[in-house]
C-alpha cells in the first residue's frame, strides 16, 4: 500500500517566556500543539508557518530559522513537519473561526508550570523548558518518527 505524504510547518511563538498554543480536543481528552499545518501552492516553510499562525490564533508573527524536523505517522499519510521558532509582532491570541472549523477549542500562552499536567506537541517544548527553546538558533532537533493523533 502507498501512502501519501504531506509537507508542513509550524512555529514555536514565544513571548514574555510563554509559548503559544492551540488545543485540539479528542474524544474526551485534549492536547496542546504549537500552531501549523501544510503548505500552500509554492509557498515556503516559513510562508507556510506564519500563514498557519496568523490562521489559527490571529498572531502575527516572522519565522527566524528552523530548530525542529518532526516525522508523523498517520492513518492515512506520513507528514514531515519543519517548526520554527518564530517572533511575536503583533495581535492578541484568539481562536480564528478557520481554527475553529479545524476542531481547535482554544488558544493561548502557556507557561512552564501550565504545561507539566499537559499532553504538548512538540515534545520539545516540555522537554526543554520554554527559556531553553527561545535560545536555540542554528541546531534543529530531529524527533524521530511519532504516531499522530489525527
Known sequence: MTIAHRI???GIVIR??????VRYRD???SYLVAP???IEDCESLATAAEREIAEETGVKCAALWPVMIENLRASRYQMVKVWYLCDCIDG???CMAPAKEEGIIEVGW???????????YPEII??????????????????GVRRARF
Do not use: C, P
Request: without cysteine; proline residues 0%.
Open 92 to 94: 492578541a491570541a484568539s
Open 8 to 10: 508542513a510547518a509550524g
Open 27 to 29: 474524544g474526551k481528552d
Open 16 to 21: 514574555e517566556g510563554r509559548v503559544l498554543l
Open 110 to 120: 502557556y507557561g512552564d508550570s501550565e504545561l507539566e499536567n499537559e499532553t504538548v
Open 126 to 143: 516540555k522537554t526543554l523548558k520554554i527559556a531553553a527553546i527561545s535560545r536555540l538558533k542554528s541546531e534543529i532537533i530531529d524527533h
Open 36 to 38: 501549523g499545518g501544510a
